[in-house]
């Protein structure tokens, strides 16, 4: 390892998220350039993809997300790092596909291989996995306009098995779950509101056209920590295999294939950086953000000490999926909720100071107006979120 260079302190770690198009002046033109400042978008609750991008774009309507995930199509929905289902830009689809999803993808058929045999389903794993992939293609390439999933079982009725396993279930939707981190098939339209996602699925090549092959396996990681040091960095080698839901093994060669340069960070740790990204971020003025539940500026870092100072157990759940945030000059103040009308109160968890309350109640007016109030029911619930208002350490601020 090359020897570390001077340091990053909190404060400019801090700094470096403008990055993320939080701050005023920094904010992003169109969704594409917002969804390639944070490298892409968590999807798995459906609310956080708009939610994420009205963050980091002013004036945003919903239908100008709608375009580009279905007109358009610049940004799609891949299975990929750490099982999770994230928005991609569709440039970066071809190192997603060679790496991060293609390990998802074989990890997810060798456990449907097994357990529809575990489950008495067949005795032959691969081969019943084989039948039930050609069966899902040739249903969808009848059928130009895509297919629900529950359409898919009709059209494909080798895929309608259920098995109930000690440890886990075999369920239609998890043929999907293979065929779709492989890019097979991909998640086309929505079927429903934008608070929640039922898609039509279609064949990569109907939904997309012709497509870049996949990259190799390590030039598709060096690619995605490429991109994430440009704009998380610095981070340590542990947020690095987190984030990618890979091995020590291939971060540590996509670190190098990057030319990722080590700088001392506060807490003792090496930090990693792109050998072009070495100097001091300009000073920002203090900024408010209210992000959505699972937002990628949060959920960035395996290590959050230093934006989430002690608020850690109030803002996740136990199995450390992030709640809402509500975020004051880089650090992580409280959270966010809407009462019985769809009016927008951030709870903090820590004394602000009139500047602080101010643009976060200015942040909670303007949430407000976009949500219209439409109320978004989050499935993953911080303790703070759900505590009753006589439990808080700080009196609401109302939007």
Same mark, same amino acid.
């Given at each position: ?28 033109? +169109? ?5 390639? #400042? *944070? ?17 980091? @774009?002013?004036?945003?309507?919903? $239908?100008?997300? $709608?375009? /580009? ?6 940004? &799609?929905? #891949? ?6 289902? =994230?928005? =991609? ?10 790496? !991060? !999803? ?7 058929? %060798? ?9 008495? @389903? ?7 996995? %084989? +039948? ?5 293609? !040739? ?21 309608? &098995? ?15 779950? *293979?065929?779709?981190?492989?890019? +097979? @098939? ?10 929640? =996602? ?6 990569? #090549? ?33 947020? &690095? ?8 093994? @291939? ?5 190098? $294939? ?39 500026? &949060? ?16 803002? =996740? ?8 945030? %509500? ?10 909720? #809407?009462? %019985? ?20 109640? $200015? ?23 759900? !505590? ?10 109302? /939007?």
């Amino acid at each position: 390892m090359p020897t570390s260079r001077p340091g990053l302190d909190d404060d400019e770690r801090r700094r470096r998220l403008v990055r993320h198009g939080l701050v005023p002046g920094a904010r992003a033109v +169109s969704v594409e350039e917002a969804t390639r #400042q *944070v490298v892409c978008l968590h999807a798995t609750e459906p609310p956080t993809v708009p939610l994420s991008l009205h963050a980091r @774009i002013d004036g945003l309507t919903r $239908e100008e997300v $709608e375009a /580009a995930l279905v007109e358009r199509r610049t940004l &799609v929905r #891949q299975l990929a790092m750490r099982r999770t289902l =994230f928005v =991609f830009p569709r440039d970066l689809l071809p190192a997603a596909w060679g790496s !991060a !999803a293609a390990r998802t993808g074989a990890n997810e058929r %060798a456990k449907l291989a097994r357990d529809v045999v575990r489950g008495g @389903i067949t005795t032959d794993g691969d081969a019943w996995l %084989a +039948s039930a992939e050609r069966a899902v293609l !040739a249903a969808l390439d009848a059928a130009p306009d895509g297919l629900t999933a529950l359409e898919l079982k009709a059209a494909a009725p080798e895929i309608d &098995v259920r098995a109930d396993l000690p440890s886990s279930q075999v369920s239609p939707g998890r043929v999907l779950t *293979v065929l779709g981190a492989e890019a +097979s @098939i991909v998640r086309g339209p929505n079927t429903q509101h934008w608070r929640l =996602f039922r898609p039509r699925w279609q064949t990569r #090549q109907h939904w997309l056209g012709p497509t870049p092959e996949p990259l190799a396996s390590a030039d598709g990681y060096a690619e995605l920590v490429r991109r994430w040091l440009a704009r998380f960095g610095p981070g340590t080698e542990t947020d &690095v295999v987190w984030w990618l839901g890979a091995t020590k093994t @291939i971060v540590r060669a996509a670190l190098d $294939e990057v030319g990722a340069v080590p700088v001392d960070l506060d807490s003792g740790e090496v930090g990693w950086v792109l050998p072009d990204d070495t100097g001091p971020t300009p000073e920002v003025q203090p900024w408010a953000a209210l992000l959505p539940v699972l937002d990628p500026t &949060v959920m960035g870092w395996k290590q959050r000490d230093w934006y989430l100072g002690e608020h850690g157990p109030a803002l =996740f759940d136990r199995n450390g999926n992030a709640g809402t945030t %509500a975020w004051w000059a880089g650090r992580v103040v409280g959270c966010w909720v #809407q009462d %019985a009308d769809g009016v927008v109160q951030v709870r903090p968890l820590e004394p602000l100071p009139t500047e602080a309350r101010a643009a976060l109640r $200015e942040a909670a007016a303007r949430l407000t107006a976009w949500l219209s109030g439409e109320r978004v029911s989050p499935i993953y619930r911080a303790p703070t979120m759900t !505590a009753e208002a006589g439990d808080l350490p700080y009196p609401p601020l109302r /939007a």
